[in-house]
């Protein structure tokens, strides 16, 4: 008899039926006793009549095989004929992950990473991820973008800034790419005009805070023949229209595990120049203490301003200041770029912007920000061979989840998170 | 005006267009000149009356802009009115890439990454390697796999064998993974039964060959509920069928400019006992040297024997000597395990297999291999709180793009290669 999944058995009413899958919880009433069995599409409770069936001995969370007959009681059951151990437990789980929440921290959770992801609303979050990812490449894919393979082990220190990881390469040193930046650019320039990927980066930063990772996924595009960073946030607004979209309609049951409320996105999400936003926060929230650039605290309460002004959960904060921005990064010529953050529910989500390409520009800028165009070579040497305008963006993968879902820290989102003391499991 | 594509220009017969793109030709011929305009779809000629519109100066690979009346004389042509350049080439570029065939070595090409991908055949082969990874992902979320993103930067060393390249992970030494396959193990018995992940893997081989890198892109899934090996091998036979029908639907163009001709799958690929593999290749090409394995050319000779016997371009050995397997391998308790290689036109592009699920079996297996299972604690416990039957596999990105279109060299399938010498571009 071929397996029936949980969420099949629906079509086999009155018929006899095998299950396979997990042992998630055993009760005993006198001479019935019932068993919730747990696959990767739900979980359906199984009537064992004990006096025919000996269940003493077996195991939570042992992998078993049921046959029975599917019967509609309150709710589709199966009325066990036999159960055979496929996989035994060889020891008492470490946590209990058979209640509505799991009653441990953190760190236990992640502890026991793969018992934890077995419960339900930690296992939900991972396939909204796995749905955002998915609905990330189709929405690219329809519009033309070719997904790349960049390296992550580079050759070159940072972009300017941020701290790498080094890495022995046989007899040289090496780095783990902190972003597909240089190379996303480089593929535009190839003549793919559009691309995108998605792939592990790299961040040696020393601070331990909720929303950092040291190895995070990053949803990255980059587009030519751009006029200038509106036509980035264009298509990001289509973008996360169409992955919101593909979350509600494929993770329904996933959702209402998580009682996750998605938001909205009308036709267009609201913009603010960034100057404007530091003087909102300085004349509503009394907050002075910024100048040229915004913190975490500027980002949740703007965020706040907007979901109390525009019923936006999302706000496009741009003109960044040159100083804050990386090198490659186009200016407006008043001090100010073609930048933008995307801030949803008062975490920015999303670094984009358009990007210089004009080569005597791009190597001027880096001596304007104390870098050496030498040590960018490979890089810039493109930039001499015609390279369209052109501009793009990146995602956190892990914190557009985490916001979307409204996990409180961002390993929650991270299947094996990396962070200043985790490299395990 | 907006930017029509080239490959749309057939829709704007006798109409005014705007094009944009990279000059990849330019001919002078009396009083008219042809400029090819060059963009992500494809290639234009452009009829310039030079006594209204002065290309002289114009550089080969310039970015430009042209608008012009579209007709049809033997291909479409644009009639020029106007063309601005929007990004200028600064200098002579060092190699020709407008010619039928880039005529430099492989090493030139690499150094010139960014042009060389702008020749068409070179362009052409990244095109299918993207689709060949979109099919893989496509194929499997439609068989209710979910995909997956797991670490990269690993605590533990090498599954046993080969090489790693060590990291210093802040106080910590950590590892870069060489295959995500304890952790796509690990998703298995968290729940989610079907995973898969597109992702790099490292592997720190000293050899320099035609046929490895040291950083690639795995392909790889893991289901679970089983019964052996074989189910493994009949879903990659639908899911290389899938692959292949995609990029003939997708790629035509791209196939033609590479003259690449595809496989063809019947409903089964042939299969093949090692041993018996083995026996052949003694008793038809009077190949002596393996025991208990194959190498790279008794590959190449099985491959042909396959090819003219079963007109096959792909064969699957399997049971592979317990030997030569790693630890997780399912034994079929004579020696042999449960596993297999898929050799496509001579060479192995997947590894495959059954993988223990019991506990103890697995621990003893690593003490039969020498390794200390102290050293995979995180693995390990995994199993024992019930892991399914089950099994994978992994198809190197590169190396099935390369053997798909005929490359010789498995560098010219990697966008950016790292290799035992390179780092850059």
């Known amino acids: ?35 919730i069995l747990r696959d990767r599409s739900g979980s359906v409770q199984c009537v064992v009549n004990t006096k025919n069936i000996d269940i003493n001995g077996l195991k939570l969370e042992s992998v078993v095989e049921i046959t029975g007959k599917v019967a509609l009681e309150k709710n589709i059951e199966i009325q066990l004929i036999s159960l055979d151990i496929i996989s035994e437990v060889e020891e008492n789980i ?42 990330f490449e189709e929405f690219l894919i329809e519009h033309d ?3 790349i393979f960049t390296p992550k082990i580079v050759a070159g220190g940072a972009e300017g800034g941020t701290e790498v990881f080094e890495l022995k390469y ?18 535009v320039g190839a003549g793919y005009e559009r691309v995108f990927e998605i792939g592990h980066v790299y961040r040696a930063e020393e601070h331990n805070t909720n929303r950092h990772l040291n190895e995070y996924v ?80 500027g980002e949740r309460l703007i965020s706040k301003y907007v979901k109390d002004k525009y019923n936006s959960d999302f706000v496009f904060l741009t003109h960044y200041s040159a100083e804050k921005r990386p090198m490659y990064t186009m200016p407006t010529g008043d001090g100010l770029t073609h930048s933008f953050d995307l801030i949803f529910r008062g975490v920015e989500i999303t670094t984009g912007g358009q990007r210089i390409h004009s080569y005597e520009m791009l190597k001027r800028n880096m001596e304007v ?47 094996f998170p990396r962070d200043r003391e985790r490299i395990t499991p």
Request: a negative charge; charged letters at 30%; proline letters at 4%.
């Open 170 to 187: 046989f007899e040289q040193k090496a780095y783990l790419a902190q972003s597909p930046q240089f190379y996303k650019q480089m593929m």
């Open 1 to 35: 008899m071929n397996r029936t999944l949980v969420e099949e058995l629906n079509n086999k009413l009155g018929e006899i039926a095998k299950v396979q899958g997990w042992v998630q919880r055993i009760r005993k009433l006198g001479k019935i006793a019932f068993i």
């Open 218 to 297: 990053s949803l990255d595009f980059e587009m030519a023949f751009i006029e200038d960073e509106n036509n980035i946030i264009d298509i990001e607004t289509e973008l996360l229209k169409s992955m919101i979209e593909k979350v509600k309609s494929k993770c329904q049951k996933e959702l209402e595990i998580l009682a996750a409320e998605l938001p909205e996105i009308k036709d267009k999400i609201p913009s603010m120049q960034l100057p404007e936003a530091i003087k909102i926060l300085r004349d509503v929230y009394g907050k002075d203490d910024l100048v040229k650039d915004i913190d975490p605290e």
């Open 369 to 415: 920000k104390g870098l050496n165009p030498e040590d960018f070579q490979d890089y810039l040497q493109v930039f001499k061979y015609g390279m369209p305008p052109h501009g793009g963006l990146a995602i956190g993968l892990e914190r557009l989840t985490a916001q979307l879902l409204g996990l409180k820290n961002i390993r929650e989102a991270a299947l």
């Open 145 to 147: 973008f070719t997904q």
């Open 94 to 135: 470490p946590i209990e992950i058979n209640k509505d929440k799991i009653q441990a921290n953190l760190d236990t959770v992640l502890n026991n990473r793969v018992l934890s992801l077995r419960h339900k609303t930690i296992n939900s979050v991972f396939k909204i991820e796995a749905c955002l990812a998915e609905a």
